[in-house]
């Protein structure tokens, strides 16, 4: 059977683990961007509106970020979830933060390193944000309701999505590279990898040893990422 949290079981304890998920995140998308080497396809998006209308790359992320939660409001005629809202500033703000403190190697091989890097963290930070089950980000969510206002299957609507974000971004200015291309082919896998293990041990650090269902026998998403652009089911 499929374990779930209870509303406000571990509440704490999960919103807790579901931010640090979110600012190691940050930090990995930051070194992608760093790197200059390419970047995910809404971060294309985020460098180019940066670069063509001022403000920060961080900002430009949660200002689209408000625009999709706030369309997705308006199409399912509901309030958003909080764990969106929290998605969206949080990693906005730490995206800022952590540029100020990085700079761009000269080398090329340090600049793969970082990008490489960069990839695996996100990877990782996916995997202890989704654990606690706090609330999807904000452009899974419009997705999901794209999906269900048109009828089309997921892998159609969210590969139609990046596509759009990602032309969007380079005639913009942002930068696709061999990192956009790593990131899109690569980060399913480094998800469906990290996924099992981040959820074990979110398991031990919530549960202290109180579930007893196989971890491996649950259904999880290594596509669960708002700005991935790997096939969802």
């Not at 939660?69 to 906005?92: D, F």
């Not at 609330?135 to 999901?144: E, H, K, T, V």
Request: aromatic fraction near 10%; glycine fraction near 12%.
């Amino acid at each position: 059977m499929e374990r779930t949290y209870e509303k406000g079981e571990h509440l704490f304890s999960r919103w807790t683990i579901f931010t640090i998920g979110l600012i190691i995140m940050s930090f990995g998308i930051s070194l992608m961007i760093t790197a200059e080497l390419g970047s995910a396809p809404w971060d294309v998006l985020h460098v180019g509106l940066a670069r063509q209308f001022g403000l920060t790359v961080g900002t430009w992320s949660i200002i689209i970020g408000i625009l999709i939660i706030g369309s997705s409001a308006i199409m399912k005629k509901e309030l958003p979830q909080l764990g969106s809202v929290i998605n969206m500033l949080l990693v906005g703000v730490f995206i800022d933060i952590f540029l100020l403190l990085l700079s761009t190697p000269d080398s090329f091989l340090m600049k793969l390193f970082m990008l490489l890097s960069g990839i695996l963290i996100i990877g990782y930070g996916i995997g202890i944000y989704i654990a606690p089950e706090c609330g999807a980000g904000p452009r899974d969510s419009l997705m999901l309701i794209l999906q269900e206002k048109t009828g089309w299957k997921l892998s159609r609507v969210r590969g139609l999505m990046e596509i759009i974000v990602l032309t969007t971004g380079w005639l913009l200015g942002g930068t696709v590279f061999i990192g956009t291309l790593l990131f899109c082919f690569g980060i399913g896998q480094v998800v469906g990898f990290a996924v099992p293990q981040t959820h074990r041990l979110v398991r031990r650090l919530i549960e202290r040893g109180g579930m007893d269902e196989d971890i491996n026998q649950r259904k999880v998403r290594a596509d669960y990422y708002d700005r991935a652009g790997e096939k969802v089911r």
